[in-house]
């Protein structure tokens, strides 16, 4: 057959591989490892579910082997093996690979973009990082063919078919010169035990021992030995584990050699019978805030694999957590179509949101820990509050916001324990960032409140639906319910001075209600009839929703300069002098102007007036 060409994506990663990650050259045998373990867990599914698959003789194994005088090692599975569709899928182009995806989120540091690897699922191609050749040669099972994929990794692979008798896959490396010293059987060892020590299917190191006798010639002997624990740790008694073991197994199912935030693990015995482990990563998954996040969650039946592509094992908002679920109670030949309608499932998911929001409570009793937690997880997590209802208290008391008052993130909790008497609501702002809500003039008005303020972009969908917090209503500063707080006498005599300045503000395009005020120093800010978010309204528009302008409660200051002295002007100038105003304090709200060449006009033609 004649020679095929990587995908693009896919030569600039062999370049990289063999030019910029050789820093932890050593990833490889882990990779491979992972892949085999794989391979074994799909066919180990099928000969338990699958009636053509049944009468299989199957003993799960990986073997790794190493002859020294070649410079080669070899990796070796009796699992599902591949045919040729698959070895173009898996091993030829972009399909399979998420290789744009690893692309993307290089960092150039080359530590952690080599742990990257594994996550992005492109980690096979790290064998180039050691191997000058690679041939892999395998067999589906029942299948009658065998097929030879071969690639010196410089751009071309070739697919041929071959002999195999037996079915799985076997890889063979020809190591680069620089490269030998992972022909040992201590620096194998050692790396299997450092990253697969507990893959669940048994890891078999094949090696040569020299035997000597005084005065005879060197005997060798073939040895072949366990390596790894080759236990599902998850069905371990906690008893019997240590944190080290619990660290070791998160970087075999996550590829991340960071040690966790945090882990939980549960033996459920009873009504329902299941074990879960989950843990909640240092450092986010790459495609955590992408809409088709991969999840994280393997699902087990019996310890026998079914599924790591199952969104529906935890809500989305948990999408950060890693973790496996073992059920007893399911069958082994459960479906997608049946998994998303099954009761014991549901029941078990929702026990297990219960076991990872305590996990999370926990982390909240140490503030360093938490602040770093909600630093990392706390956009994602928000999404629970219009989601999961039926944990909506338990996430209140995870929310954390910044107070105005005391310049750093508080709980709603905090806050309440601070409600100034007679105050009947805890007051709080949405904007873009923290900068731009800062700069908004309607936080004058709340001098003598605490302001929450918050800047995620999920706040706007999150926060004013809440609607209160231990009987403590939720007050957006900008509506017109919680200005109604603020006391603002203004007496008949001074409204009637101004009576003019009003009328100019209401004959304004967007412009709802005019109110007097002493409580700002700025010459006017804006608020709303309801609690309405612009941020929001903008990103609607942005979406390609059909978003009507909302129109806008105006509070003037009476004491500004500035207004005293537009208040005796012309109508004609006093009206663009209250456009100019208007248009600025939006602005200033983080809103973009419809007209924006008409603001930009009557500003230009206030300062020639003014030059004049």
Not at 108 to 118: A, C, E, F, T
Request: net charge negative.
């Amino acid at each position: 057959m004649a020679k095929k060409a990587f995908q693009t994506e896919i030569k600039q990663l062999l370049d990289l591989m063999i030019h910029s990650l050789y820093s932890n050259k050593e990833i490889f045998l882990r990779e491979l490892i992972s892949n085999a373990s794989d391979a074994l867990d799909k066919l180990n599914h099928l000969t338990l579910s699958d009636d053509a698959y049944k009468t299989m003789e199957f003993k799960p194994k990986i073997t790794v082997s190493f002859d020294s005088d070649k410079k080669i090692i070899t990796i070796s599975d009796n699992g599902i093996g591949m045919n040729e569709e698959d070895l173009n899928n898996h091993l030829g182009t972009i399909a399979k690979s998420g290789t744009k995806s690893f692309l993307q989120s290089l960092t150039g540091d080359k530590k952690k973009d080599s742990n990257l690897i594994g996550q992005f699922g492109v980690g096979f191609y790290s064998v180039f990082m050691v191997a000058q050749k690679v041939i892999v040669n395998t067999k589906k099972a029942l299948d009658s063919k065998g097929w030879t994929w071969i690639s010196s990794g410089n751009g071309e692979y070739e697919i041929l078919e071959s002999k195999k008798d037996s079915y799985g896959t076997e890889i063979t490396l020809y190591l680069k010169d620089d490269a030998k010293d992972f022909l040992s059987k201590w620096k194998l060892e050692d790396i299997i035990k450092r990253y697969s020590n507990h893959i669940q299917f048994p890891i078999f190191l094949q090696y040569v021992e020299e035997k000597k006798e005084e005065g005879k010639d060197a005997i060798k002997e073939n040895k072949e030995e366990q390596v790894n624990n080759a236990k599902a740790l998850w069905t371990l008694p906690k008893s019997e584990l240590k944190k080290e073991d619990y660290e070791e197994f998160f970087s075999t199912i996550s590829y991340d050699r960071e040690k966790p935030m945090s882990y939980i693990h549960t033996l459920a015995e009873g009504k329902l019978q299941y074990k879960s482990l989950f843990y909640i990563p240092s450092t986010p998954p790459f495609d955590m805030t992408r809409i088709d996040y991969k999840s994280h969650v393997k699902l087990y039946v019996k310890r026998v694999f079914i599924t790591d592509d199952d969104k529906e094992l935890l809500p989305s908002y948990l999408r950060f957590v890693h973790g496996i679920i073992d059920s007893d109670d399911l069958p082994l030949n459960v479906s997608r179509e049946i998994l998303q309608e099954n009761t014991i499932l549901e029941q078990i998911k929702s026990a297990s949101v219960k076991k990872i929001l305590s996990m999370i409570e926990t982390l909240t009793k140490d503030e360093k820990k938490y602040e770093d937690f909600y630093n990392k997880y706390g956009k994602v997590l928000k999404e629970g509050l219009y989601s999961d209802y039926a944990n909506k208290d338990k996430l209140l008391n995870f929310v954390r916001a910044y107070s105005y008052k005391n310049e750093k993130n508080i709980s709603l909790k905090d806050y309440k324990e601070n409600l100034k008497d007679g105050q009947k609501g805890i007051f709080y702002i949405i904007g873009k960032d923290l900068d731009s809500i800062k700069n908004n003039p309607i936080l004058e008005k709340f001098k003598d409140y605490d302001v929450l303020l918050f800047a995620d972009e999920v706040d706007n969908f999150v926060i004013p639906n809440i609607g209160e917090y231990e009987g403590i209503k939720l007050l957006d500063i900008t509506s017109k319910e919680a200005n109604s707080e603020i006391q603002n006498e203004i007496s008949e005599e001074v409204k009637k001075k101004f009576e003019s300045l009003v009328e100019s503000f209401k004959g304004l395009d967007g412009v709802n209600e005019v109110n007097l005020t002493q409580s700002i120093s700025s010459p006017l800010a804006l608020t709303d009839e309801n609690s309405h978010n612009n941020y929001m309204e903008q990103i609607m528009r942005q979406m390609g929703q059909n978003m009507p302008e909302s129109k806008k409660n105006v509070e003037i200051n009476i004491d500004h300069e500035l207004i005293q002295k537009i208040n005796i002007m012309e109508k004609d100038l006093r009206d663009k002098y209250c456009l100019v105003l208007f248009n600025g304090a939006k602005i200033l709200e983080g809103q973009s102007l419809k007209d924006s060449k008409g603001y930009v006009d009557s500003v230009n033609e206030l300062l020639l007036k003014n030059l004049a």
